[in-house]
Structure formats: structure tokens, C-alpha cells
């Protein structure tokens, strides 16, 4: 799991065969809304793991 994570965190592309792709996706800055106190706040850019299943994965999940 540690490698996982240093390799993201180095803008690298995991794949698992049968399983998924993880890669990073940027979010860029932003004025969002906090819900408590209904205030306007920034939101500073970020990058984020996204996670995509093969299609192998989604049949066996998804199966009837």
C-alpha cells in the first residue's frame, strides 16, 4: 500500500490487472459554501485519486 500511495502522490499511473486504473485528477480552486454557517469560502486547488474499474470487475459485481 505504501508504494501505491508514493507512487500517486509522484503523479504516477497504477493500474491492477482485473481490477481498476488509479489515477490523480486535479480540482481547481474554488469559492464553495459552508453549510453551517452559510458563509462563502475558498476552496484551494487539490489533486484527488480517481479510481476507474475494468470492465471485467463491473460484469462480476454487477452480475444477476
Not at 13 to 28: A, D
Not at 40 to 45: I, N, S
Request: charged share 20%; proline share 6%; aromatic share 10%.
Amino acid at each position: 500500500m505504501d508504494a501505491l500511495t508514493t507512487k500517486l502522490s509522484n503523479g504516477g499511473h497504477i493500474e491492477l490487472h482485473s481490477f481498476g486504473s488509479f489515477t490523480l485528477s486535479y480540482r481547481p480552486p474554488r469559492i464553495g459554501c459552508n453549510p453551517t454557517k452559510g458563509e462563502r469560502v475558498e476552496v484551494f486547488a487539490k489533486y484527488v485519486p480517481h479510481f476507474k474499474a475494468t470492465n471485467e470487475l463491473l460484469a462480476s459485481v454487477f452480475a444477476k
